[in-house]
């Protein structure tokens, strides 16, 4: 490499990988998944089927889905041992250092970890992505001082999440929203997570380690933790008369708006206009609007000004905090559908694998020598 060659900052539109998983044209805009539009299949497959395409490439025929999803319901509960670290640790920890650490606990405990055979990997991804709604739920009653609920086999993937978080069955309003969230959030292309993931997987490194990084990165601001950050921005605006003044003083310090902008989307994320849709029917049927209408306001503001996107976490904000899931545990809810997409591309690596290793820029000093 000669030192004319130029860093690519923030590795925008490098390709680093081959991929037979998601599809994303920014300027369209599409998102598809294993040749899916995701309008298409967002409200048309459950989570289950989401993961299963993710997985296999192919949506589950009936006896399939039957089969995959009696395998995910028996692998739900989660060892004692990592109920006490949820206990144990303080509530001032940050919530997905907690997911974080209790998935490397999952590992630690795993006697097959460094398994990387197909079967072994894949058994590992059923596991986790069966067991992080258990995980999730727990430090949400942890927190608010309850007993962890016991996951509900007769429920599906997210009825049971809802009824481990709140302690009760969720009304077909309900389900069907968490569970489209889910499906929304479950691939994303080679997002900074999905990259984190793949960097571990091409070491030969295990699949709990490359699922601790994707987990590590998601929680960033500028990523997956902007859920959280966009929900604090609603409170803080407080009601749709405020959201201008907001936005003006906000831009005018140069503060970035969590919830908005997007490195590859720049007419709109796909997500997004899903999610708006279903904040504002969840808003029109629980008769709930606040959140929602200090979302718009904000966006309409953020529009006239700036002109800047609201992202996948702008309205999943209010949809998640209307189901009943606190403001610090929405971005564990992300990384709770997003191991459906880190799995599938940790498998992926492992089958056609290449050390990640790139170059820097090497920018410093040449030829100091010590003291004699
Ligand atoms: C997602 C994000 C990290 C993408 O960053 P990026 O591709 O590096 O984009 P840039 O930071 O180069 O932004 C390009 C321009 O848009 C502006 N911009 C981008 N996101 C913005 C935001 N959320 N609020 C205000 N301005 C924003 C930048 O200030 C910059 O403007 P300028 O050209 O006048 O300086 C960025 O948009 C962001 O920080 N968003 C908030 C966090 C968030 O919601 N993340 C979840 C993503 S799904």
Redesign the pocket.
Known sequence: MTQQEKVV??L?NVLAFESKIAYIDGNKPELSIRGYDIKDIAHRLTFEDMAFLLWNGRVPSAVERTAFAAELTDLRRVPDQVLDLLRKTPASAHPMAMLRTAVSLLGALDADADDLSPDGLVRKAKSLMAKFPTIVAAQVRIQAGKTPMEPAPWLGHAANFYHMVSGRSPDEVTRKTLDTALVLYAE?ET?ASTFAARVVAGTQSDFYSAVVAGIGAIKG???????D??MRMFMEVGSPEKAAAYVDA??AA???????????YKAG?PRAAELRVMAQALADATGERKWFDVAVATEKR?GET?N?IP????FAAPVLYQLGFPMDLMTNVVATSRIAGWSAHILEQYANNRLVRPRALYTGPHGLRLEQ
């Open positions: 900052s923030g925008e994303h997002n601001p500028l990523h997956g933790g902007a859920i950050e966009a906000a831009l140069k503060r970035k708006l969590p919830g908005f902008g997007h490195r590859v994320d953020m700036k800047i992202n996948v976490d702008y």
